[in-house]
């Protein structure tokens, strides 16, 4: 199946199991209801479609990754507590058993609610020129998803600095925190999105899958009794693995010294 937009919003690319998934609402790539509801409905399409292995996040234009929540038309009557869609803000804060790799390519201002749905995402890719900000606190409210995620993505001191004075960092910060995974040219971000994504595609789904719902699972437990979990098949997707060809054709391409070919089941 292909996935398809049905606004100028947003702009799907699929190729080799591929899914780019771009962002364009001039200036600032800010997000309404509309859009909301339309990611999530990309993303949840995505997730449940075998033919798509990869997802990339990105967005169009130089200056604006994305500002987060359109004000705009939060002002022209979008209420802050409306109706997001599927899977929340941007179709991905909330969305559940997304058991594929994300990867989000930041390029320019990555602030509030932009800067949480790329921490929505597994792999964060940055241009040099990128810079980020959670500046909820200077208008009396809370970045809620970031102040559950971002302690759990980088040291706890700095994701608190970061959100009780809502000052900017640029990519280079960003990397040295272990935000991001890499940073790049501006020119090179979008191609060096494309070749992680099929990276990844040559690897086995199963895997990540199985990888994605151990981490998921794995927040609120103790590392003995999520182990005992994972050893005892007692996860949908580790069991799935371990009763896999492609778990046989695993330990068969490391007999015979050659690459496997993974096939998803």
Same mark, same amino acid.
């Given at each position: 199946?292909?996935?398809?937009?049905? /606004?100028?919003?947003? =702009?799907?690319?699929?190729?080799?199991?591929?899914?780019? %998934?771009?962002?364009?609402?001039?200036?600032?790539?800010?997000?309404?209801?509309?859009? /909301?509801?339309?990611?999530?409905?990309?993303?949840?399409?995505?997730?449940?479609?075998?033919?798509?292995?990869?997802?990339?996040?990105?967005?169009?234009?130089?200056?604006?990754?994305?500002?987060?929540?359109?004000?705009?038309?939060?002002?022209?009557?979008?209420?802050?507590?409306?109706?997001?869609?599927?899977?929340?803000?941007?179709?991905?804060?909330?969305?559940?058993?997304?058991?594929?790799?994300?990867?989000?390519?930041?390029?320019?201002?990555?602030?509030?609610?932009?800067?949480?749905?790329?921490?929505?995402?597994?792999?964060?890719?940055?241009?040099?020129?990128?810079?980020? =900000?959670? #500046?909820?606190?200077? /208008?009396?409210?809370?970045?809620?998803?970031?102040?559950?995620?971002?302690?759990?993505?980088? #040291?706890?001191?700095?994701?608190?600095?970061?959100?009780?004075?809502?000052?900017?960092?640029?990519?280079?910060?960003?990397?040295?925190?272990?935000?991001?995974?890499?940073? %790049?040219?501006?020119?090179?971000?979008?191609?060096?999105?494309?070749?992680? =994504?099929?990276?990844?595609?040559?690897? #086995? #789904?199963?895997?990540?899958?199985?990888?994605?719902?151990? &981490?998921?699972?794995?927040?609120?437990?103790?590392?003995?009794?999520?182990?005992?979990? &994972?050893?005892?098949?007692?996860?949908?997707? &580790?069991?799935?693995?371990?009763?896999?060809?492609?778990?046989?054709?695993?330990?068969?391409?490391?007999?015979?010294?050659?690459?496997?070919?993974?096939?998803?089941?």
């Amino acid at each position: 199946m292909t996935i398809k937009s049905n /606004s100028d919003s947003l =702009a799907l690319r699929s190729e080799d199991g591929i899914l780019e %998934v771009t962002l364009n609402r001039p200036k600032a790539n800010a997000i309404d209801l509309a859009t /909301s509801r339309e990611m999530g409905d990309i993303f949840m399409a995505f997730r449940d479609d075998s033919d798509y292995r990869v997802a990339i996040l990105r967005a169009e234009g130089e200056r604006f990754f994305s500002a987060g929540w359109d004000l705009k038309a939060a002002a022209d009557g979008d209420a802050v507590d409306g109706d997001y869609g599927i899977g929340g803000f941007g179709g991905l804060q909330e969305l559940g058993f997304v058991d594929k790799p994300i990867i989000c390519a930041v390029n320019g201002i990555c602030c509030g609610g932009g800067l949480e749905l790329a921490l929505s995402c597994d792999l964060i890719l940055a241009s040099n020129t990128a810079t980020f =900000a959670l #500046p909820e606190i200077r /208008s009396g409210t809370v970045a809620d998803a970031a102040s559950i995620k971002l302690p759990k993505r980088i #040291p706890y001191h700095v994701a608190m600095d970061l959100l009780l004075t809502g000052r900017w960092f640029d990519a280079d910060e960003a990397l040295r925190w272990g935000l991001l995974k890499d940073v %790049v040219e501006p020119e090179q971000l979008q191609e060096t999105a494309w070749e992680l =994504a099929h990276h990844l595609v040559s690897g #086995p #789904p199963l895997v990540y899958a199985a990888i994605k719902e151990v &981490v998921r699972e794995a927040e609120d437990m103790r590392f003995q009794d999520m182990l005992n979990r &994972v050893t005892r098949r007692q996860l949908r997707t &580790v069991d799935t693995l371990y009763s896999s060809e492609d778990q046989l054709e695993g330990a068969r391409a490391f007999a015979e010294k050659r690459d496997p070919v993974w096939k998803g089941k």
